[in-house]
């Protein structure tokens, strides 16, 4: 039995006579496309495509073609649509779309998952239009993205019971971060009935920093997903289409003249024949489309232009709302225009045949005339007339000079984002009504506390992962305050601004800004009294001073289960198990994780996702202090998924949990593990300083395995004085490269540039200061046996000064009774090995020899203790070379070949560079070592024998050159090969290649 066929939106209706009925030169593609799906194919899991193409290139002719070939093997097949709202995004668009579509075709699937995931409710078109033409809805609570996720994805599954479901997703270049992220849950999930997805996007939309570009780079590492990229079609393709629109033939003139203006874009070459192309057609693609509208009648060309300024898609009821028109002059125009298939009719819809037509016509209006139509569409949301969201009246009101109700749409678009977890948008949603209120007179017309607003605005961009924008926002409107401002609008902005000090690197006193918000802050049961304490709380608790934070966190927490503030009181527990942490008075570190535990916990039942991730993030850092990696990791992971599911992949802790779950693969050897969790700092759209932060670990690890990061380290250093965990990490690589290439000077700068930085911004004794010292030692190490007699006395004069300097941080450290774990242990050992080590090499004050050995044997027994592969791998490198220059051959082999093992492992050439300069032989690798390649590795292993460049192996896997350039480093590193040419012959010789 054929399943039935969901309307695919406007891209499936019938279409004009003009337009080709017959596929042409897509035969490949669409075999191709339904055979990656499976469409006609009985699997365990069907297919994801990611369909690529030019605009007007094909595309959608192509998933036509699909559609009737589904639906002839028997599934059921449904498309949602994503728009062009620009700055007005809407969250989950083309989900609300499908789901309407399977509320009107299996309304009993629907009501049955509706049941058991209320969260899918949240995408119910009815749920996300403006309820009253004046008043909007109350915003409810923000939706846990987790479950509106699962809720989907069981709608889906649920859709398939009867048939096969085919999933079509459009022009996903218009796509919010929300709705790709949902699409990227849906690509890792298996479904349990047959379920594909293809998912098409315009490739020539996607500029360098456009979002979705990293987001179809990680898409298509996946496993589940294949891509598909449309090419321009043949000259011989373009003659047999423009043969099927012309059936009256054309003259040759003509034909290449279609030809060589259409370059292979199918799109192009209907609208050439259509117009009858000639000599007279316009080069401008424009011009080009807007000669369709010349053979309309004037009611035709009226509606199309009304049409396109509501962007590619309206509904009829706001359609005719803002039109205005005669019924029998809009109904006469709008069947001309789908008769002559500039729009399309859907079920309740139109739409433009193609979003360059839209787009076109939109920019043919006169300006004043643009105004006037938005303004229609103001009037006819405004009066309930025509159903709309938030986000398209904001963009409608705006568009029309109607800043008023820019303002007020705006905010409630905002509020709706962040119930769908989309902070990014909620940001700009906010930003663009806080500019409208610059004026004063506005602000008084609608009645408005702008403080509160600045908040909300502050409290999306950090969640969005920007805390710069988010103090920086709080700071101006602080300075802008007037005088004679009200004390409760000056202590929630201070307070916000101290919350947000915290977060970033800052000379402002970040406690002296809350104590002056306490001071302001309502006395009494006030809930804005309770937020600035829970505020409080947690400033005093970063600067230590952990007795004041528990009075005040108590204080806040009273307040908060007085006046039934839940998330408040849940964040409040989480900030006094983390004092518990933060005392560190002898207390079992199991009682404080269990305390930490019961937070995240009460923090899931109230749904406060920050206090949950915040616990997450401790537990997480209790672990790793004591090198507990495994437990680390789990606790870190489990905060980073949470953030994802919440849409908060960027907000304090859930990055940071990224971060240090990162630095925890790299101790613990897993590198491509660790590659692959800070592939998100290749989203350019990303905020600046979080993706720097795990930037670090990627350079790190890159450089360890040969790669020359120079450039992106120096690239780094300019927001060293914005966040001192890039400064710390990135200079130690900088100073480890250095010490490689034996430039001691270089590493001696780098040491000195760090600590000026971090002496400014945190204080010049700093814990990573010690670790910094004994890299800088070993550098100089390095560059001893080349200096000359001076140099060598200046390098070990400044050897003797960085010990002192490590030496000095430890002393205070342990002074302190601050928590001393088994990695501020391994690098004080380290800081004076090293330096016995100069000592030796240079000649000057030479260490006997026993110490020089006990030195070094305590360093790799702490290191061992410590568990990290790669700085293990490292001092017994370094070991093993003392021990064969001082006639220890047997114990240099032990710790060569355990550096060596643990370096293929790693992939890190640098070490392995390191042990064949010191005399350290590999042995015959055993015959199962090569196993230790990925599937991935082999093929492009196979590529590389082949002699294909980085470039050409990227293009033909679909994956960058960057992404390439890290496989092959991981080859090299684990064959022990020096190049690619060692490489390739290893292949051949161990029979890797296929």
């Not at 279409?15 to 469409?39: F, K």
């Not at 560059?783 to 205070?812: F, I, K, N, P, Y």
């Not at 599937?935 to 050159?961: H, K, M, P």
Request: charged fraction near 25%; aromatic fraction near 4%; charge should be negative.
């Amino acid at each position: 039995m054929t399943a039935p066929l969901s309307a695919l939106g406007t891209m499936m209706e019938p279409v004009a006579a003009h337009t080709s009925r017959t596929l042409v030169g897509r035969d490949a593609e669409l075999e191709q496309l339904a055979d990656l799906l499976g469409v006609g194919q009985r699997r365990e899991r069907h297919g994801v495509v990611l369909l690529s193409g030019d605009a007007g290139v094909g595309k959608t002719r192509l998933l036509m073609e699909l559609r009737d070939h589904a639906q002839a093997e028997g599934w059921r097949v449904i498309a949602g649509h994503c728009l062009d709202f620009g700055e007005s995004a809407l969250p989950y668009l083309p989900f609300s779309e499908l789901l309407g579509r399977f509320d009107t075709e299996l309304p009993d699937v629907v009501e049955r998952i509706s049941a058991v995931h209320p969260a899918i409710g949240r995408l119910q078109p009815g749920r996300r239009v403006r309820s009253t033409p004046e008043a909007p809805t109350e915003v409810e609570p923000s939706a846990d993205r987790g479950e509106l996720f699962e809720a989907v994805h069981a709608l889906l599954d649920a859709a398939a019971e009867g048939a096969p479901l085919l999933v079509v997703v459009e022009d996903t270049h218009w796509a919010d971060q929300s709705t790709r992220d949902l699409l990227g849950f849906l690509f890792t999930r298996a479904f349990t009935h047959p379920v594909a997805l293809v998912v098409s996007y315009r490739s020539d939309d996607l500029h360098r920093r456009h979002p979705l570009r990293r987001q179809v780079a990680e898409w298509t590492r996946l496993q589940t997903v294949d891509r598909l990229a449309l090419s321009p079609l043949p000259d011989d393709a373009v003659r047999a289409l423009i043969a099927e629109l012309a059936p009256e033939r054309l003259g040759e003139r003509e034909l290449a003249q279609i030809i060589g203006r259409a370059e292979g874009n199918a799109f192009f070459v209907e609208e050439l024949v259509a117009s009858g192309a000639g000599g007279w057609v316009p080069d401008d693609l424009a011009d080009l489309l807007l000669v369709r509208l010349d053979r309309l009648s004037d009611e035709a060309r009226q509606v199309v232009r009304i049409a396109s300024v509501a962007g590619r898609k309206v509904t009829h009821s706001l359609l005719e709302a803002a039109a205005g028109l005669p019924a029998a002059d809009l109904d006469a125009g709008i069947r001309q225009a789908v008769e002559m298939n500039v729009l399309v009719a859907g079920t309740k819809t139109y739409s433009f045949r193609h979003a360059l037509l839209g787009e076109a016509v939109y920019d043919d209006l006169l300006p004043g005339e643009r105004v006037r139509l938005h303004g229609q569409y103001v009037a006819a949301l405004a009066a309930g007339a025509g159903r709309g969201t938030a986000a398209e009246m904001a963009r409608h009101a705006r568009r029309a000079m109607d800043l008023d109700r820019a303002v007020t749409a705006g905010i409630e678009a905002g509020a709706e984002a962040i119930s769908v977890g989309g902070p990014d948008e909620a940001a700009r949603h906010y930003d663009h009504a806080l500019e409208l209120l610059e004026d004063p007179e506005r602000v008084a017309r609608l009645d408005l506390d702008v403080t509160k607003l600045v908040v909300q605005a502050a409290d999306a961009h950090s969640a969005a992962g920007d805390s710069q924008r988010s103090a920086a926002l709080l700071a101006e409107h602080l300075e802008r305050l007037p005088a004679d401002a009200p004390a409760v609008a000056r202590a929630r902005l201070l307070s916000s601004y101290a919350m947000a000090l915290c977060i970033i690197e800052t000379e402002v006193d970040p406690l002296a800004v809350s104590h002056e918000a306490v001071g302001l802050a309502p006395v009494g049961e006030s809930p804005l009294r309770a937020k600035v304490l829970a505020t409080h709380a947690r400033v005093l608790a970063g600067q230590g001073l952990v007795e004041d934070a528990e009075n005040a966190a108590t204080e806040a927490l009273a307040l908060a289960e007085r006046l039934a503030m839940p998330v408040l009181a849940s964040e409040v527990v989480t900030t006094l198990s983390s004092l518990r942490f933060k005392r560190g008075e002898g207390e079992d570190s199991a009682a404080v994780r269990a305390a930490l535990e019961d937070a995240a916990q009460r923090a899931v039942a109230a749904g406060a996702v920050s206090a949950e991730l915040r616990a997450l993030f401790l537990i997480g850092r209790s672990h790793q202090e004591a090198a507990e990696w495994d437990q680390a990791a789990h606790w870190f992971a489990a905060a980073v998924e949470r953030g994802r599911a919440a849409g908060l992949p960027w907000a304090p802790y859930s990055i940071e949990s990224r971060w240090q779950l990162g630095w925890v693969r790299y101790a613990q050897g897993d590198w491509d593990a660790a590659l692959e969790l800070v592939g998100i700092a290749d989203d350019e759209g990303g905020p600046l300083i979080p993706r720097a932060i795990i930037e670090a670990i990627r350079l790190a690890i890159l450089s360890a395995r040969g790669d020359d990061v120079a450039s992106a380290l120096t690239r780094l250093r300019k927001v060293w004085s914005d966040e001192g965990g890039i400064a710390v990490f990135s200079a130690g690589t900088e100073i480890e490269a250095a010490a490689h290439r034996g430039d001691a000077a270089a590493a001696i700068d780098a040491y000195d540039d760090v600590v000026a930085v971090l002496s400014r911004i945190w204080h010049e004794h700093f814990a990573g200061r010690v670790r910094l010292a004994a890299q800088t030692i070993g550098a100089i190490a390095c560059g001893l046996t080349a200096a000359s007699a001076a140099e060598r006395a200046s390098l070990l004069e400044r050897a003797a000064l960085l010990r002192a300097d490590g030496d000095t941080v430890v002393q205070r450290f342990l002074a302190s009774n601050a928590s001393w774990g088994p990695e501020g242990r391994a690098w004080a050992l380290r800081l004076g090995a090293e330096h016995l080590r100069a000592r030796w090499l240079g000649g000057v004050d030479v260490p006997e020899r026993e110490d020089l050995l006990a030195a070094w044997e305590a360093a790799v027994a702490a290191f061992e203790d410590f568990a990290s592969v790669p700085e293990l791998a490292r001092v017994r490198t370094t070991y093993a070379g003392i021990l064969r220059a001082l006639g220890e051959t047997t114990a240099a082999r032990e710790q060569g070949d355990l550096a060596r093992g643990a370096a293929h492992g790693l992939g890190a050439v640098v070490l392995l560079e390191e042990l064949r300069a010191a005399g350290s032989t590999a042995l015959r690798a055993a015959p199962s070592e090569p196993q230790r390649l990925t599937a991935r590795e082999r093929e492009i292993l196979a590529l590389v024998a082949e002699g294909r460049t980085n470039g050409e192996i990227g293009r033909q896997l679909f994956i960058s050159t960057k992404t390439v350039s890290v496989h092959v480093s991981n080859i090299l590193g684990k064959l022990g090969a020096a190049g690619r040419t060692e490489a390739a012959a290893i292949a051949r010789r161990d029979n890797l290649l296929p």
